[in-house]
């Protein structure tokens, strides 16, 4: 069974605009939660990261957003450059103690010029 | 700082060949993982390691799966027998404090097993 989903597969977004992706969870002690970004033939990068203390962290032009009542995550991309055209991932982790990040599938976000 | 190095780049080979994936991880991190992503299970956890000492190999798929790091500075992960379901990209990642801090990733390493 998934315990992190990305039901979208792929994005496409005018440049300019905002991109939303979206990542749900099934896991109640996840507590802490990642982005990862992948270009072709590289390996992930790290991105932007929330605590479930929070529900919101932004990092220019990219914001985290949490609702742990819905078990939802959601990452905005705000403006939306061709260069953040990639596969982003979602992670969660049960955070201290914890060393068991589970990643979801991804989702392939396209921003057109 | 060069980041993770994983060699080689692609790996092709035979059904039943033993394959060897190496890994050195960023300086001064004290945690190792092995990642293995395919298109059906995405990004799965292998085995990681704490101060050169494996912690965690319950996502080890077979006794065909081995892993050691001899020392700080040196992983491997090896495949013996190889059979084409092994067929994926296999990731090294290192941290300095577990899953609490980002992992960094290496480029990976395409297997292919025919």
């Known amino acids: 069974d998934q315990q992190v989903k990305q039901n979208s597969p792929s994005l496409s977004v005018q440049e300019g605009r905002i991109s939303i992706l979206n990542c749900d969870y099934t896991?109640?002690?996840?507590?802490?939660f990642l982005w990862y970004k992948k270009y072709p033939a590289e390996g992930p990068t790290f991105l932007i990261s929330i605590s479930s203390i929070k529900d919101k962290n932004e990092d220019g032009r990219f914001t985290v957003f949490l609702n742990k009542s819905a078990k939802h995550l959601s990452l905005h991309i705000v403006p939306s450059q061709p260069g953040d055209s990639a596969v982003y991932f979602c992670a969660a982790s049960a955070g201290a103690g914890s060393y068991q990040l589970t990643f979801g599938k991804g989702t392939k976000l396209s921003v057109i010029p | 700082d060069a980041g993770v190095i994983q060699s080689p780049r692609h790996e092709v080979t035979e059904m039943g060949q033993e394959v060897t994936l190496r890994c050195k991880p960023i300086s001064g991190h004290d945690y190792l993982f092995w990642y293995r992503q395919t298109m059906m299970r995405g990004l799965e956890l292998l085995i990681y390691f704490n101060n050169n000492v494996p912690i965690d190999d319950s996502g080890m798929p077979e006794d065909r799966f081995s892993a050691k790091m001899p020392n700080a500075s040196f992983s491997t992960l090896k495949i013996q027998p190889s059979e084409p379901r092994d067929s994926a990209v296999y990731f090294c990642?290192?941290?300095?404090?577990?899953?609490?801090?980002?992992?960094?990733f290496g480029n990976g390493t395409r297997l292919t097993v025919t």
């Open positions: 896991n109640s002690m996840f507590d802490y």
């Open positions: 990642a290192s941290s300095l404090d577990g899953f609490n801090s980002p992992l960094h």
